[in-house]
C-alpha cells in the first residue's frame, strides 16, 4: 500500500465547547515500508497568530507553526501541497480514513483513475452504503479494488 496515502481530517467542532478548527494528518508507507503519520502545519500569519494568543491566552508569533486550520478545504490545499515531501512514490492521495477499502474521496490519482474512483465513491454515497445497499455495495467495492490492484 506504499503508492497510497490518505488524509484524515478531524474536528472538535460540536464536540468541545468553543472549538473552531480543522485538523490533518497524513497517513501512509514511506520508502522503507515503514507507517508515517504526518500533522499537517503550517506557519501563522500576523493577524492570525494574535488571534489566537487572545483566544488561548498564550503568546504565538507570526510563523509558529500550527495544526489549526479554519476549514477543511484549508486542509487539503496544505495537504496536496506536501504530501509528496514525506511520500515521494506515492501515486495516490485520498481524503478519508486510512483502515476503509471501501472507495473515497480521491484527491490525485494516476491514468484518470481519480475520475474512475470518485464516481464510484459518489455511487456509494448516494444509495446509502452498506446499510442500505449491501448487494451493490459488494459490486462497488469489488470495482474499486479491481481499478488499484495494480497499484497495491
Not at 467542532?13 to 503550517?42: C, P, R
Not at 495537504?79 to 477499502?101: D, H, S, V
Not at 473515497?104 to 464510484?120: D, F, M, T, V, Y
Request: with cysteine.
Amino acid at each position: 500500500m506504499g503508492k497510497f496515502v490518505f488524509i484524515e481530517i478531524t474536528s472538535w467542532q460540536g464536540i468541545s465547547l468553543g472549538a473552531t478548527h480543522y485538523y490533518g494528518k497524513l497517513k501512509g508507507y514511506d520508502d522503507n515500508n515503514e507507517v508515517l503519520f504526518i500533522d499537517i502545519e503550517k506557519p501563522l500569519g500576523e493577524k492570525e497568530a494574535k488571534k489566537l494568543s487572545k483566544k488561548d491566552d498564550f503568546t504565538y508569533r507570526e510563523g509558529t507553526l500550527t495544526a489549526r486550520f479554519d476549514s477543511k478545504q484549508e486542509v487539503i490545499d496544505i495537504a496536496i501541497e506536501k504530501w509528496k515531501t514525506y511520500f515521494p512514490n506515492a501515486e495516490f492521495l485520498i481524503q478519508g480514513e486510512w483502515a476503509i477499502a471501501d472507495p473515497q474521496n480521491c484527491l490525485i490519482a494516476p491514468n484518470g483513475l481519480k475520475e474512475k474512483i470518485n464516481k464510484l465513491y459518489l455511487e456509494s454515497e448516494e444509495i446509502g452504503g452498506y446499510e442500505k445497499s449491501p448487494k451493490r455495495m459488494d459490486e462497488i467495492f469489488r470495482e474499486y479494488q479491481n481499478l488499484i490492484r495494480e497499484y497495491k
